[in-house]
Each structure stands twice: as C-alpha cells, then as structure tokens.
C-alpha cells in the first residue's frame, strides 16, 4: 500500500515544521486526500528570478506536503500516478520539471482522476500549510509569517544556523518578488 498508517502526512526532505501538524489530520476524517495549492509565479529578468505573482493558484497543486487516509481508493490513485510519471519520463530524466511527479499528479487531477477513483479530497492553504521559499517574502510583508506551520525550500534543508524568522529577509530571497 501507500503507507503501513492508516493516516500519513507526506513531507519533501526539504521542509521545516514550526508548528503543531493535528490540524492536517483533523482535516482527514472528512477527506481521503489533502493538498495543498502551488503559488502562480512566472520567471523574472534580471536580478529578480522567480516572481511570485499570487500567492495562491486553484488550479495547481504542490505534491511536497500532503495528507492522505490509506484505504483502497488512494492506494489505486498513488499506483495510478507512479505509473503515469514512469510512462512520462521512459527514456527522459525525472527531474525535468516537465516530467516531475507533481506535473503528472496535476495531469491526473485535471484528468479527473479524483472523481474516478472516488477520492474524496479537501485543500489546506499553502500560505500555512506549504509556504514555498518564493512565497516568503510575500508572507512576511503581509503579517502572516507567524501562522506558517510548514516551510517549504531547499534553504530549510541547507541552513542550520538561522533562526525562522530571519529567513523572509535572506539575501538569497532577493531574487524573488
């Protein structure tokens, strides 16, 4: 199966936990599946590389934090998704970003595959729930930065010396806007 729990929170390797994690489940007796939407960004010029321009997309969703029951309807899903990305990629490299497993989770959810497989699913919101480095900045000015339970980049996986709340000012976040 997808996990021996009958409950687990899936977590990249490269996020930060400042908070208590029970409102995730909580929100799995009602649901099969959690996720959590992506930012709408589009490349910058310049000194700015990444521009957030929404903190929020519908449309799209992050497959670095998310929540799941394990019971039979997921299992099918999951398989069905690890599928996908291997057809996707034969051949090609899986870190394309075309060709990452979270494009073809958003390829089967606009496929419809939720309803197919009869997943129930509900979203938390990515400002607390999966706040990606390029958000940060947007958070913070927006007075939201203490909410944020999960952080989401590769500098909570290089830093171990800078206390949380510095990193919405880090130089290294200049690039985003």
């Known amino acids: 199966g997808a996990s021996p729990y009958l409950e687990t929170l899936y977590l990249d390797c490269d996020t930060f936990i400042r908070g208590d994690l029970s409102p995730l489940f909580s929100m799995l007796a009602d649901v099969d599946l959690v996720l959590t ?33 394990n019971v039979p309807a997921i299992q099918t899903l999951f398989a069905n998704w690890w599928q996908a990305w291997v057809d996707r990629t034969a051949g090609e490299s899986r ?60 500098i909570c996986s290089q830093s171990n010396s800078l ?3 510095e990193l919405p000012g880090l130089p290294e976040l200049a690039r985003f806007r």
């Open 95 to 154: 870190f394309k970003p075309s060709n990452s497993d979270q494009t073809v989770l958003n390829i089967l959810l606009r496929s419809r595959a939720l309803e197919q497989h009869g997943v129930t699913m509900a979203v938390a919101d990515n400002k607390i729930w999966n706040c990606v480095g390029s958000m940060w900045p947007q958070v913070a000015s927006a007075g939201l930065w203490s909410q944020v339970v999960i952080l989401h980049s590769h």
């Open 163 to 165: 206390h949380v709340d």
């Open 37 to 69: 939407n992506g930012a709408v960004w589009e490349w910058g010029t310049g000194d700015v590389k990444l521009r957030t321009t929404a903190l929020t997309d519908p449309t799209y969703f992050n497959s670095g934090v998310f929540a799941f029951r």
